[in-house]
Each structure stands twice: as C-alpha cells, then as structure tokens.
C-alpha cells in the first residue's frame, strides 16, 4: 500500500461520514426555524460572526461624505420614518408588531447607533443582511438617499423622544405622512 494511503482512506471515510450525518440532520426536521423561538447559543454566536466579519471586510472602499448639514439629517429623518420605524423604533416609539415579531430581533437604532460606525451603517443600510429581515435599500435608493439616513441614524442616539416627536409634527404639517413622504 502506498505510504499515506490509509490516511487518506480514513478522512475520505470521515468526510462521508459527516456528510451523511449533516444531511441526515438537514433532512430530519430537528432544527427549529420558528422565528418564535430563539436562536440556540452556537447558532446566534455563528451568525453575529458571520455578519460582524463579512461586513468588515466590505468596508475599506466606503467613502463617508460629510453628514452633519441639517437639510441632509432631515431628509435621512423622512427615509427613517417612511422605511426604518417600524422595525427598529426611535426615540419614545417602540417597534411595530412587524419588528417585534422578527428574529433575530432588530437593533434600536436610537441607542445603538450612538457609536456606530458611518461606514458599517452605510453598508448594512444599502445592502441589507441576510435571513435578519434587513432589506437591501440600495436597490430602492441612491447613495446620496442612503447617506441621508446615516447622517440621522448619527444623530438620532443624541435626541429625546420630545426632539423625536417635534420632528414628527413637522413633517405632517409639511404635509409628509407620518411613515413618510406623501
């Protein structure tokens, strides 16, 4: 027998194996997929390591524009509200039903955003994550349309749910809907 040979033969062996058993988990229906019912530990810590690093790792070709002119933070405010509330709330508003039936839960960006990073929120934002239900908005909107709301998502962890509200007011009284542009 050639030298090597019998250890080849065992990880082919062991490959099959595994394969086998992975399928046969795969086909067996233990895994709950119920949104319902939370992520089982491993699960979660896969998944938050996954995106954490994929997103990273997309990151070095992102530009951030300046995203402190009022008129932009305002704008982001309107494509917040018409395309973001309802999952991930704001200040003094708790998600919708929608948000609060999602899994894994979305983040509430008027507190986690505080020290998020231009960057990150520009991507996740335009491209969306997958099996989070965070939609791709850079199919829909422009770069420009996406910076605008990373420019009030920046903004938003420093208001109080008053602030929050006045700018609701202003909007309808504008003649904007409350969940966005008429």
Same mark, same amino acid.
């Given at each position: 027998?050639?030298? /090597?040979?019998?250890?080849?033969? &065992? $990880?082919?062996?062991?490959?099959?194996?595994?394969? %086998?058993?992975?399928?046969?988990?795969?086909?067996?229906?233990?895994?709950?997929? &119920?949104?319902?019912?939370? @992520?089982? /530990?491993?699960?979660? *810590?896969v998944a938050t390591t996954v995106r954490?690093?994929?997103?990273?790792?997309?990151?070095? @070709? =992102?530009? =951030?524009?300046?995203?402190? @002119?009022? %008129?932009?933070?305002?704008?982001?405010?309107?494509?917040? +509200?018409?395309?973001?509330?309802?999952?991930?709330?704001?200040?003094?508003?708790?998600?919708?039903?929608?948000?609060?039936?999602?899994?894994?839960?979305?983040?509430?960006? %008027?507190?986690?955003? #505080?020290?998020?990073?231009?960057?990150?929120?520009? *991507?996740?934002?335009?491209?969306?994550?997958? !099996?989070?239900?965070?939609?791709? $908005?850079?199919?829909?909107?422009? @770069?420009?349309?996406? *910076?605008?709301?990373?420019?009030?998502?920046?903004?938003?962890?420093? !208001?109080?749910?008053? #602030?929050?509200?006045?700018?609701?007011?202003? &909007?309808?009284? #504008? /003649?904007? +809907?409350?969940?966005?542009?008429?």
């Amino acid at each position: 027998m050639i030298p /090597g040979m019998k250890t080849l033969r &065992a $990880f082919l062996l062991f490959a099959v194996i595994l394969l %086998a058993l992975a399928l046969g988990f795969i086909y067996s229906g233990l895994f709950d997929i &119920a949104a319902s019912s939370p @992520d089982i /530990g491993a699960v979660r *810590w896969v998944a938050t390591t996954v995106r954490e690093h994929s997103v990273a790792r997309r990151l070095k @070709d =992102v530009q =951030v524009p300046p995203l402190t @002119d009022p %008129a932009l933070i305002r704008s982001g405010f309107l494509r917040y +509200q018409e395309s973001c509330v309802t999952c991930h709330g704001a200040p003094g508003v708790e998600a919708s039903e929608i948000g609060q039936g999602l899994s894994p839960y979305p983040p509430e960006l %008027a507190t986690v955003s #505080e020290e998020g990073n231009p960057k990150e929120l520009f *991507w996740i934002v335009k491209h969306g994550i997958k !099996m989070t239900g965070m939609p791709a $908005f850079g199919v829909t909107h422009t @770069d420009p349309e996406i *910076w605008a709301t990373v420019a009030f998502l920046l903004k938003m962890p420093k !208001m109080t749910p008053q #602030e929050y509200q006045a700018m609701v007011e202003e &909007a309808r009284a #504008e /003649g904007h +809907q409350e969940t966005g542009h008429p």
